[in-house]
């Protein structure tokens, strides 16, 4: 069984982290504080005993209230160098992490404060601690095509700030078919495609983001357990998956860590890896997650190295700074 000091020691990357669920009681409060901003909770246990979610929908509530802290380029350049911080104590060598603008911008915030608060601290996470980065911009899917498309448009003098598009929130009710459109745009710019599918939502969600959205990594996608072929697909087209095992647990997408599937995908080939989504939310951050894999499901040394090789060689790096990881 993998344990800790070698699980550091992996060169890891994160290819699902969602920036707004990064942000720790701890730095919400001082926010609210610096910001005027009343918030629902006395203190961090108070914060803390709220975070007991029933479902996506149940943490996306407290989520999107949380963000409401964040409101200046510095308040966004904190939030990211506590995030890169964490990772460079962890073993994580290169990020991909998500942003969802319209979260700020439909609360009058201009793109503009959230791109260079982040950007900034990116830059100062690769000098400071030589972590790489690729920036993704997601899509709320719960709002309209045509607000994607204006928030496609917002980010347009940024493009050269990002990697790529994804697509996140409420999955279900909102397939990935709504998006088609906006992908092609987003595609046509330069950008990569990744989406949000088969985290509670049915196969059919991940087959339509691979086919219409064009997608080249599905994130969490675990619901392809529930068909045969499907896995079999993504396992010769060697699609990475980016898994979030204690998201699925604390989102009650399985009871116990004792019964993810996430090494038995591993073993029968899928390119899949481990992230922590929204660390601050779930109780971890990256290396808990290999961790909790470790004590639930005895994960040796070689499936840890494995894991953390295919979240190398699935990053949209580029083959050079590759290299340089492994
Ligand atoms: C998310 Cl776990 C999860 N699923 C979908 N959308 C999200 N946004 C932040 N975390
Ligand atoms: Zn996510």
Do not use: W
């Not at 979610?53 to 963000?67: P, R, V």
């Not at 989406?195 to 994130?219: F, M």
């Amino acid at each position: 069984v993998a344990d800790e000091a070698f699980l550091r020691g992996l060169p890891k990357t994160e290819l699902h982290l969602h920036l707004e669920g990064s942000l720790e009681p701890e730095l919400m409060f001082e926010l609210a504080k610096r910001n005027q901003v009343t918030l629902p909770y006395d203190t961090v246990e108070d914060v803390k005993s709220a975070y007991n979610f029933t479902n996506l929908q149940s943490f996306l509530d407290i989520y999107y209230k949380c963000a409401d802290v964040l409101r200046t380029e510095q308040d966004f350049f904190d939030l990211t160098y506590a995030y890169l911080k964490q990772c460079s104590i962890e073993g994580v060598v290169h990020v991909e992490p998500f942003f969802d603008p319209q979260t700020h911008t439909d609360r009058g915030i201009d793109i503009g404060i959230v791109f260079n608060g982040i950007t900034k601290a990116l830059e100062q996470g690769r000098e400071e601690f030589g972590i790489s980065y690729g920036l993704i911009l997601c899509f709320l899917r719960h709002l309209s095509e045509e607000a994607a498309f204006d928030t496609l448009e917002q980010a347009k003098p940024y493009l050269d700030h990002i990697i790529g598009v994804g697509l996140d929130s409420s999955e279900l009710g909102h397939p990935p078919e709504k998006f088609e459109r906006v992908f092609k745009a987003a595609r046509d710019l330069g950008l990569r495609a990744v989406a949000h599918a088969g985290e509670e939502g049915p196969t059919s969600y991940i087959e339509n983001a691979l086919e219409r959205l064009k997608i080249e990594r599905i994130d969490h996608g675990v619901q392809c357990t529930q068909s045969e072929q499907l896995m079999q697909e993504i396992a010769d087209k060697q699609i990475p998956l980016t898994v979030c095992p204690q998201s699925n647990i604390r989102l009650k997408v399985y009871e116990k860590m004792e019964q993810h599937p996430i090494l038995e995908l591993l073993e029968k080939g899928l390119k899949v890896m481990v992230n922590s989504d929204d660390p601050a939310f779930f109780g971890g951050y990256v290396l808990q997650n290999y961790l909790s894999l470790a004590q639930a499901l005895n994960m040796t040394r070689e499936q840890a190295a494995q894991l953390a090789y295919n979240s190398i060689s699935s990053s949209f790096c580029g083959e050079e700074r590759m290299r340089t990881m492994i």
